[in-house]
């Protein structure tokens, strides 16, 4: 069973910074396909970017350029760095896992909230 433990958010003005961890146990940190979704309020969740074992990475559109995606596969976690935020941006934001090989299993973290003020 893989476990996701997020942290790091907060609030921020917009045009501030912040950063996002997410611990990972349970499995083989290689082995999976590492993502970050949001949800803000009265919305579905949405997709934010993903990052993959070897390092290669997309994202969406809404944050191109303003975050990035990136993995430590020593310390089993992955990290999101927002910059130039927005209070679009708010939401609260989620860890997902998902393995890279058949039978494809899918965990989420609990979620940290991101609040960005104007």
């Known amino acids: 069973q893989v476990q996701l433990v997020e942290s790091g958010g907060g609030l921020a003005q917009a045009g501030g910074s912040l950063r996002l961890s997410c611990a990972v146990s349970?499995?083989?940190?290689?082995?999976?396909?590492m993502g970050w979704f949001r949800q803000a309020p009265g919305k579905q969740r949405e997709l934010v970017g993903v990052i993959r074992s070897d390092g290669s990475t997309h994202y969406v559109d809404a944050v191109k350029g303003r975050f990035t995606i990136s993995r430590d596969n020593a310390q089993m976690a992955m990290f999101l760095q927002m910059n130039s935020l927005k209070p679009e941006d708010t939401a609260i934001y989620y860890c997902?896992?998902?393995?890279?090989?058949?039978?494809?299993?899918?965990?989420w973290g609990q979620g940290t909230q991101v609040t960005v003020s104007s």
């Open positions: 349970g499995r083989s940190f290689t082995t999976l396909i």
């Open positions: 997902q896992a998902s393995t890279n090989t058949p039978p494809v299993r899918v965990y």
